[in-house]
């Protein structure tokens, strides 16, 4: 449906010196990772398997992490990119707390300045090859948002990446409400992840699931 | 030796010299002409007493919605009907098709036709065609033998399954399904359920749109409720309606009725065979 055609003129062009350091396809990469608001924060859920093309080469890979006091990331695609991601933000989280003002980034500036660095990387015809999940609560404000290879971003009450997008999003357009209890969320997002290991070539049978509280901070 | 090879087998099999014209044709930079497709969710499923089909009802046309009500439940028999996605020149001639065969072998065998049958013309046609008929068919319905419900895709592969989706929508119907399917449904139960998966393609799919039509068969009954839900009604219609302000007098009306013109021929000479 989709035609996603690069132009063949201009690729000669750019493909002629920097081939080597460009990433052209992905080689170990993680499915689906979907997120949702609940009443008290966000939840995350991805399974934790590691495909090395066709074949389920991982199946402990924790795609899930939290980031600084506030966040969560969840990465589909490329593992080794989402480790670079994850040094950068170590980076950052560090200079922050490095000023020693009392202040730590929250989640919605965590996702900006995530949203730059896809998209500086896509100019660059050098992606991260990854669609991020972000999510936290900070101050009482729950938000969730996503990020994509290209550097497209949005924040909504539930999202989710790769094929999450085709068979969890309209579950949750159907069941998704304010004020879900935890165990409401939970009940919610394993029903995703069952459809989804159901009809994901590349799921696993073991997922990781990450909450975050208003109020809590990670530690 | 060459002269063989360049005579066409006499009668079946695809030529496909304008394929390879056509493929010339998009080097030399002409632009193909866009086809139109139904976009589509299709769903069939199982139930206590028998099957239901579902479609939506839109029909694409690369960007633009070309029909706002298609019917994409076909009829097949009597007791077998078929949803079609793909290109819908090519669903409408191979159900069509495929319909006329039956009844002719119906009349042949004296019976009612059987869903394996319908499967078996449909399948050998589309493989012949070597997927060039781009028809994805979700075929159901009720023979002596039981309920029946297919999927048939264009390069002629069959699955025989409990509850399938077919077209752009399938996976949007198919976690509705896979989240609420079990066996042994009622009617209202399976009605409600295909009715859900539709909606659900049809808000989350952008190919899948418009009206819900569904098709009950059960053992010698049929019922096909077209438009069974309108989710998509024509809102923000001026409620003052529309009215002419400045009105043209009548001054005068004068009726003419029309008066038959006959020609009689004086001594035609009668038609002779």
């Not at chain 1, 990469?29 to 066709?54: E, F, H, P, Q, R």
């Not at chain 2, 976009?39 to 579902?54: E, P």
């Amino acid at each position: 449906m989709n035609s996603f055609d690069s132009n063949p003129a201009t690729n000669s062009l750019i493909s002629s010196e920097a081939d080597s350091q460009r990433t052209l396809y992905p080689y170990v990469t993680g499915t689906s990772v979907v997120g949702i608001k609940y009443k008290d924060g966000i939840l995350l859920a991805a399974d934790m398997g590691g495909s090395y093309g066709s074949t389920l080469r991982y199946k402990s890979v924790e795609r899930l992490k939290p980031v600084g006091k506030h966040s969560l990331i969840g990465a589909s695609g490329e593992i080794s990119d989402f480790q670079e991601i994850m040094r950068y933000l170590d980076d950052l989280i560090l200079s922050d707390n490095m000023w020693d003002d009392g202040n730590s980034l929250g989640p919605k500036e965590v996702h900006n300045y995530l949203t730059r660095v896809m998209y500086n990387r896509r100019n660059k015809f050098n992606p991260l090859w990854n669609s991020l999940v972000l999510g936290g609560v900070k101050n009482g404000q729950k938000y969730l948002g996503t990020v994509s290879m290209i550097g497209v971003h949005y924040e909504d009450n539930h999202v989710a990446t790769g094929f999450g997008n085709h068979l969890a999003r309209p579950l949750l357009r159907d069941e998704w409400r304010e004020n879900l209890t935890f165990e409401e969320g939970v009940i919610l997002l394993e029903k995703c992840m069952r459809v989804l290991l159901y009809r994901d070539r590349s799921a696993v049978n073991k997922l990781q699931v990450l909450f975050s509280l208003c109020g809590i901070h990670n530690s | 030796m060459s002269r063989e090879a360049m005579e066409m087998p006499p009668k079946g099999g695809f030529s496909f010299d304008l394929c390879k014209r056509n493929d010339m044709l998009v080097k030399k930079g002409l632009k193909e002409p866009s086809f139109l497709k139904t976009g589509t969710t299709i769903v069939g499923l199982i139930f206590k007493d028998g099957v239901i089909l579902g479609a939506d009802t839109r029909a694409t046309e690369g960007p633009i919605v070309a029909d706002k009500n298609c019917e994409k439940i076909h009829y097949m028999a009597p007791n077998i009907y078929c949803c079609g996605a793909g290109t819908a020149a090519d669903t409408e001639a191979v159900t069509d098709m495929v319909s006329s065969q039956l009844k002719l072998h119906r009349y042949h065998t004296g019976r009612e036709s059987r869903v394996v049958t319908a499967l078996s013309l449909l399948k050998s046609h589309l493989f012949s065609y070597q997927g060039y008929v781009s028809a994805a068919l979700v075929l159901g319905g009720v023979d002596v033998t039981g309920p029946h419900l297919h999927t048939i895709y264009p390069h002629g592969s069959t699955d025989t399954l409990p509850f399938a989706t077919m077209g752009s929508g399938s996976l949007a119907a198919m976690a509705v399904f896979e989240s609420k399917y079990r066996e042994g449904l009622t009617r209202d139960e399976g009605v409600k359920l295909v009715s859900e998966a539709i909606c659900s393609g049809i808000f989350n799919d952008l190919g899948s749109g418009s009206n819900v039509d569904i098709c009950v068969i059960t053992k010698g009954a049929k019922e096909y409720l077209r438009n069974h839900m309108l989710p998509n009604p024509r809102t923000y219609i001026s409620e003052k309606g529309y009215s002419f302000s400045k009105k043209t007098e009548v001054l005068r009306t004068k009726i003419t009725p029309l008066r038959e013109m006959v020609e009689v021929i004086e001594g035609g000479d009668a038609m002779e065979e």
